[in-house]
C-alpha cells in the first residue's frame, strides 16, 4: 500500500496518509511536476492514459505524481520522470506553490525543471502520448477545448 506525506502550512511533515485518504479526506500533501523543455523552447506535455482514475485523456506536464511517505521530493520527480516516461535528466528546482483544485486537494507543488529533447519511453498504463508544444499552441489548445489536468492549468496561468 502507498502512504503520503501529510503537511502543514511550512512543508513540514505532520502525519501520512494513504493515497485514498488523502484524497477522499483532501489532505495537504505534496506533488511534483517535471516541466520538460527541449532546445528549442517548447514544452514536453503528456496525454494521459485512457486507463488512469483521475482525468484520463487530460493533458498533463511530462511527469508528475505524488511524493511518497519518506521520499524527498527531487526523488519523487526522478521516480516519475523515469516511470512515466522513461528519462533520467539533470533538473532544477523551480518553485513550490500551493494548489487549491475545486475538489478540495491541497496540494504543494514542487516544481522542477529539464532540458531534454527526447526520445521518451512511455508507461502505456500512465500515458497515451507525449509531445513538444509552444506555449502559444498550448493556449490555443486550451482555447479550443482540449481537456488540461488542472494543476497544469494552474501552472500555465500563474507561471506562462
Excluded at 482514475?53 to 519523487?76: C, D, I, N, Y
Excluded at 497515451?128 to 479550443?144: D, G, N, P, T, W
Amino acid at each position: 500500500m502507498e502512504y503520503i506525506d501529510i503537511v502543514d502550512d511550512n512543508d513540514q511533515v505532520i502525519g501520512r496518509a494513504t493515497r485514498d485518504e488523502v484524497n477522499e479526506k483532501h489532505l495537504r500533501c505534496r506533488i511534483v511536476h517535471a516541466l520538460v523543455f527541449n532546445n528549442k523552447g517548447e514544452m514536453a506535455i503528456h496525454l494521459r492514459s485512457a486507463q488512469r482514475p483521475f482525468r484520463p485523456l487530460h493533458w498533463s506536464t511530462a511527469a508528475g505524481g505524488f511524493v511518497q511517505a519518506g521520499e524527498k521530493p527531487e526523488e519523487a520527480v526522478k521516480r516519475e520522470m523515469e516511470e512515466e516516461i522513461g528519462i533520467d535528466s539533470p533538473l532544477n528546482f523551480l518553485f513550490k506553490d500551493w494548489y487549491y483544485g475545486l475538489t478540495g486537494a491541497q496540494h504543494l507543488l514542487n516544481v522542477y525543471k529539464t532540458i531534454h529533447n527526447g526520445p521518451f519511453i512511455i508507461d502505456p498504463v500512465e500515458v497515451e502520448r507525449i509531445e513538444f508544444f509552444s506555449l502559444e499552441k498550448m493556449r490555443e489548445m486550451v482555447l479550443a477545448g482540449e481537456k488540461f489536468h488542472p494543476e497544469l492549468l494552474f501552472l500555465l496561468n500563474k507561471y506562462f
